[in-house]
């Protein structure tokens, strides 16, 4: 966030714009986006954005499309922060929607998610999750 900070305020001059920091949104979405490109992917979305934006705060609405289209950008702009249990049931619904509710649907699903079956059993029973549907 060091680096994105910098950058704002680096295109905040250098486009003679009133940007005075990012939302707690894009914060989140950048500190979980995977940065392929590294540094310069980083600064030219936040140089994207720079132009783009209208207030002065950088908003999700002014990112490029890879990055508000990324795979985690979804959860990552909840109004909420998700706890880690939020997630963890997200990933193991999502698992089983992927190998199926099978008893071998249920072992790869485990195996996928690092865990014994006797595990996901009871995190099934924990999180509530229907496997009727």
């Known amino acids: 966030m060091l ?57 999700v ?11 985690l950008a979804p959860a990552i702009a909840e109004a909420r922060p998700l706890r880690i249990a939020d997630m963890e049931r997200r990933m193991i619904v999502e698992a089983l929607e992927h190998h199926g ?4 649907g249920k072992r790869a699903a485990a195996a996928e998610l690092g865990i014994g079956i006797a595990t996901l059993y009871r995190k099934i029973s924990r999180y509530n999750i229907d496997l009727a549907r």
């Open 3 to 59: 680096l994105a900070t910098h950058f704002v305020q680096k295109y905040a001059r250098l486009l003679g714009k009133d940007l005075r920091g990012i939302d707690p949104s894009v914060r989140r979405l950048f500190e979980a986006y995977p940065w392929p490109g590294n540094v310069r992917e980083l600064e030219n979305a936040v140089e994207y954005a720079a132009n783009l934006e209208r207030t002065p705060v950088i908003q």
């Open 61 to 71: 609405s002014s990112l490029p499309e890879r990055i508000k289209n990324s795979r």
């Open 101 to 104: 509710l099978t008893q071998r």
